[in-house]
Every structure is written in C-alpha cells, then in structure tokens.
Nanobody, 125 residues
Framework: QVQLAESGGGSVQSGGSLRLTCRAS????????IGWFRQVPGKEREGVAV???????VYGDFVKGRFTISRDNVETTSYLQMDGLEPEDTATYYC???????????????????WGPGTQVTVST
C-alpha cells in the first residue's frame, strides 16, 4: 500500500520561504513522476511542479522561478523549495505519485494515482 506524507507547511510572511517534503512508502517505482499540487477552498486544484523519471521538471505558470522541485531517490522523497512566497500562494499543498516505471513530467492530474493528505501553507502580508 502506497502512503504519502507531506510536511513542512506553516505560516510565513510575504517574501518568506518554506520547504515542503513528501515521503513515500510502499512505492514500487521510485523513478516515476512525483508532483506537487495545491488547492484553495472553492477553487480547482492546480499543478505546482512535477519531476519526471529523467529528473526533468515542469512548473505552473504562476511559479515564475520562485519554486524548485527535487527528489531523493534513495529515500523516495520529494522536496518543494518555495521562495518569494506571496499571499496568493496560500493553499493546501498535496504531493502525488504516478504508478509507472517511467514517465515524462506533466502537470496533468490524471497521471497521478496516489495522493497525500496535504499540508497547509499560509502567507500573510
């Protein structure tokens, strides 16, 4: 059974930084796609960043170079470094993994099978 656990969320002021961590257990495909998504109540979930099997990355347009996704294959862990946070970044952030031996990075949610419970990020002015 695949389980994901996000951590690192919290409250910061505008311009601050946070580093989110996603740890996967029971995961058979450590080189598959790992993604970060976010959702605000009343709005659709949107893709933040995805890292693919060859460590290629893709980011949502709103990221504008502020976030960096990475992975640690030994521990099947993904990180999302978020700098220059703005109040508009306030959301619940979810990590997700695809069940494929190899995949190309994409922000399409239907690629991802397992999702974590989410971690809250709050950015104040």
């Amino acid at each position: 059974q695949v389980q994901l656990a996000e951590s690192g969320g919290g409250s910061v002021q505008s311009g601050g930084s946070l580093r989110l961590t996603c740890r996967a257990s029971g995961y058979r495909y450590p080189r598959s796609c790992i993604g970060w998504f976010r959702q605000v109540p009343g709005k659709e979930r949107e893709g933040v960043a995805v890292i693919g099997s060859s460590d290629g990355t893709v980011y949502g347009d709103f990221v504008k170079g502020r976030f960096t996704i990475s992975r640690d294959n030994v521990e099947t862990t993904s990180y999302l470094q978020m700098d220059g946070l703005e109040p508009e970044d306030t959301a619940t952030y979810y990590c997700a993994v695809a069940v494929r031996r190899a995949c190309l990075e994409t922000l399409k949610e239907n690629l991802f099978t397992f999702w974590g419970p989410g971690t809250q990020v709050t950015v104040s002015t």
